[in-house]
């Protein structure tokens, strides 16, 4: 669309930008509330998998694994806040041999208690009550005397099938202990002096089952990360999906007449909601297996199949729980469940294991994403550049161009030793790290292999990514090697607007984030709310 109308400099710097597209499934966004069934239990949502060579100096030997949980929380969100489902365990799984099983499991189970099994009590009148709150009074790193609530977990270490496999707890390598404390959520600034050291005295060194060097792990909220203009895409994509500028943040107005310009004020939820992050550091060796190398992950989070609710709740039986771990969030690469996948069938996709993703198979040779735009901006495309493009959306059926970029991995780049069409997050944990300073948020496309869609690092705009991709990036010459080359999946006569630098207009970029573990940034006080409205 853009280039429709630009000259050769432009169209070389767009396929540039196009590059890691060819490496990229056809989605759009990361999870947030994306199927019927997970709205009912936001708990247990997942919402971003990131998963990279850990780029804090001096950690190049280990991989980060962040799984979130409970997306779109207002920072003022009280007086709960955001405790995890005890009756849960959450789950990042990894596959080092490329059958589309896990090979390795890190399970998490919390559980709450309240300080004297009441709370915060105080007397009034010369009656004993309990407050109705999980604090009365001020919190830091060296007292949490006021906190009458309080949230722990433990880590197993499950090598095989996640529910029959090997079991071992993970242990605190300072001092022993297989209890873990996960830090109140950020109330305010009148609650919290000083949040940053109060939570990250929380960041535990921790012996790995099977690990001869220890890694790290956190649990707690953190700053959402995933930059996405989200409540205008499901306003039926309420602007102009391409970038309006000649450049991203040129802001010369040099790019697609009335097409939307890169803004922090596009983004809905950086800056403005918080998340709640499970992150773990492990050494590379631990998790490599007998592959090759490569490593495919994800994330869950399951429930007892069964739940009833108490005629008379406590705080310590709300319910009682019964039956097996029943599957019912599930996420590995951003946003499949909620672009790609049909509504009638985004629960079974929860509920599913990667080796068993030919089901869904057709979501993928003939997406429906591509289509939907069609509709929304053929003819605004064609009036305002005077052209008779046909159709935007790519017409080569089945999208092979997509099957081999979303299901398999690419053979140069991050394909596992064994090649099973699955949905997981793959990463070549011998490619280099690249400095946070130097990453480019386009990934590979930005000359970058250590980024999307090798692994996903928090800085990489995988929105724009997925949106080319989606689109037929693969169709058109793609840098290879610094060299332009057509793939030989399709034509770019099939993908009319492959080349074009379709956007959301939300940015993102390493810089903005933490440049050590867990790399995403402290919660978004909940009071005062002005400094992120």
Request: charge should be neutral; aromatic fraction near 8%; proline fraction near 7%.
């Amino acid at each position: 669309m853009r280039n429709l109308k630009r000259g050769s400099l432009a169209i070389l710097t767009t396929v540039s930008v196009l590059s890691l597209a060819a490496f990229a499934p056809a989605v759009m966004a990361s999870s947030h509330r994306e199927a019927p069934g997970i709205t009912k239990s936001p708990k247990v949502d997942s919402t971003d998998f990131y998963m990279f060579r850990s780029y804090e100096t001096g950690r190049d030997g280990f991989v980060t694994f962040i799984a979130n949980y409970m997306p779109l929380q207002d920072p003022g969100g009280g007086p709960n806040y955001f405790t995890m489902d005890p009756d849960a365990v959450y789950e990042i799984h990894i596959d080092n041999t490329g059958d589309a099983k896990e090979d390795l499991t890190f399970q998490f189970k919390f559980s709450n208690a309240l300080a004297g099994n009441t709370g915060v009590t105080l007397n009034v009148g010369g009656t004993t009550n309990a407050i109705p709150l999980r604090h009365a009074g001020a919190i830091s790193a060296s007292s949490s005397a006021a906190l009458g609530e309080t949230e722990s977990y433990t880590l197993t270490v499950i090598s095989g099938d996640r529910r029959s496999g090997t079991k071992a707890m993970a242990t605190n390598a300072s001092g022993g202990g297989t209890s873990f404390t996960k830090p109140f959520d950020y109330s305010g600034k009148k609650t919290f002096a000083d949040y940053n050291a109060y939570a990250n005295q929380y960041i535990y060194n921790v012996t790995l089952p099977g690990c001869s060097t220890a890694g790290k792990v956190f649990v707690g909220q953190r700053a959402e990360a995933f930059a996405v203009n989200l409540g205008s895409i499901f306003d039926l994509v309420n602007f102009v999906p391409v970038e309006g500028d000649s450049a991203p943040g040129a802001g010369d107005g040099g790019g697609f007449p009335g097409g939307i310009k890169q803004n922090r004020a596009n983004d809905e939820l950086v800056g403005k909601k918080n998340v709640t992050s499970i992150a773990i550091e492990v050494p590379i060796a631990c998790v490599t297996g007998s592959g090759n190398g490569v490593i495919g992950g994800w994330q869950t989070a399951s429930l007892p199949q069964a739940r009833l609710l108490a005629p008379n709740a406590t705080y310590a039986k709300p319910s009682v729980s019964g039956g097996a771990y029943t599957q019912v969030s599930r996420l590995g690469m951003p946003l499949v469940n909620e672009i790609v996948i049909g509504l009638p069938d985004k629960d079974k996709f929860n509920a599913s294991k990667p080796a068993d993703d030919a089901q869904f198979g057709a979501y993928v040779t003939n997406p429906t994403l591509p289509a939907i735009l069609n509709l929304l901006f053929n003819d605004a495309v064609n009036t305002t550049l005077g052209t008779n493009i046909a159709n935007l959306a790519p017409t080569n059926f089945p999208r092979n161009d997509l099957v081999a970029a979303f299901l398999t991995g690419v053979p140069t780049l991050n394909q596992l030793k064994t090649v099973t069409p699955s949905e997981m997050i793959r990463l070549n944990t011998a490619v280099a790290v690249t400095p946070r300073a130097s990453q480019s948020n386009l990934g590979v496309a930005g000359d970058d292999l250590a980024g999307f869609p090798n692994g996903r690092r928090p800085g990489d705009d995988t929105v724009d990514i997925e949106l080319r991709v989606a689109m037929g990036a693969l169709c058109h010459p793609i840098p290879i090697n610094h060299v332009p080359t057509n793939l030989g999946v399709c034509t770019p006569a099939q993908a009319s607007v492959g080349n074009v630098p379709f956007t959301d207009g939300a940015p993102i970029k390493a810089t903005d984030l933490l440049g050590t573990f867990p790399y995403l940034n402290p919660p978004l006080a909940g009071a005062p709310l002005a400094e992120h409205r």
